[in-house]
């Protein structure tokens, strides 16, 4: 079973601020949250991890309420190159990480 | 310093073959998980392997076999190829001990089953 449930896409405008939900109702007390990004035919890539509250990078902001049972992650003011799906997982380390089926995001100019 | 490499990047093969996929993980890492990623859908955990080990296995038949070196290179092997394995084989290499929550995951090899 998955451990998470996302929207299957989404549609923005590059200059916009987007939001991606992850719902995660049995994310156990050693859980980290993380999110992965993926290009067509490439692997994904690490975006960005938190435990609770906000955590901001380079790349993304992802906030996190205080019962933990969902995320959002949210990309700077989105480009055509953020075009990609999004992989939210919760998982205590590296082992079998769990994939659900993403969230596409498309973004038109 | 290279990320995790992966060979070969594309590969045709006809059912009933055998197919031996290959990852070099990144520099510093002694563990590699392979994964199966099915057109539109997540990757999906087939085993790890640390220490010339396999620690955990997915929801695989034995038909999926892996080995891990001792440099911590791997290879994944696929005996009796059907036409559902064709999909796209991700390799992902990880460190151990406390704080190693990040995964770097190569390219990928697209395997074609005819």
């Known amino acids: 079973l998955a451990k998470t449930t996302q929207p299957i896409s989404m549609d923005s405008y590059e200059g916009q601020e987007v939001n991606i939900t992850c719902s995660h109702n049995n994310i156990a007390t050693n859980d980290y949250i993380t999110w992965y990004q993926q290009f067509p035919s490439q692997g994904p890539r690490f975006i960005i991890q938190?435990?609770?509250t906000k955590v901001t990078n380079e790349v993304a902001s992802l906030f996190i309420p205080a019962d933990r049972k969902s995320s959002t992650l949210s990309p700077p003011r989105v480009s055509l190159s953020d075009t990609a799906v999004y992989y939210c997982?919760?998982?205590?380390?590296?082992?079998?990480?769990?994939f659900g089926t993403g969230t596409r995001l498309q973004v038109f100019p | 310093d290279a990320g995790v490499t992966q060979s070969p990047t594309h590969l045709i093969k006809t059912r009933g073959q055998q197919v031996t996929l290959r990852c070099s993980p990144k520099s510093g890492h002694d563990t590699v998980s392979w994964y199966q990623q099915a057109l539109g859908q997540g990757p999906q955990f087939i085993f790890q392997?640390?220490?010339?080990?396999?620690?955990q296995r997915g929801n695989f038949p034995d038909r999926f076999s892996g080995h891990q070196f001792p440099n911590y290179s791997s290879e994944l092997n696929v005996n009796a190829l059907l036409l559902g394995d064709s999909a796209l084989y991700l390799c992902a290499s990880s460190g151990t001990g406390a704080g190693n929550t990040e995964a770097f995951f190569g390219q990928g090899t697209r395997l074609t089953v005819v």
């Open positions: 997982l919760v998982g205590a380390n590296t082992d079998k990480l769990i």
């Open positions: 938190g435990y609770k």
């Open positions: 392997y640390y220490e010339e080990e396999e620690r």
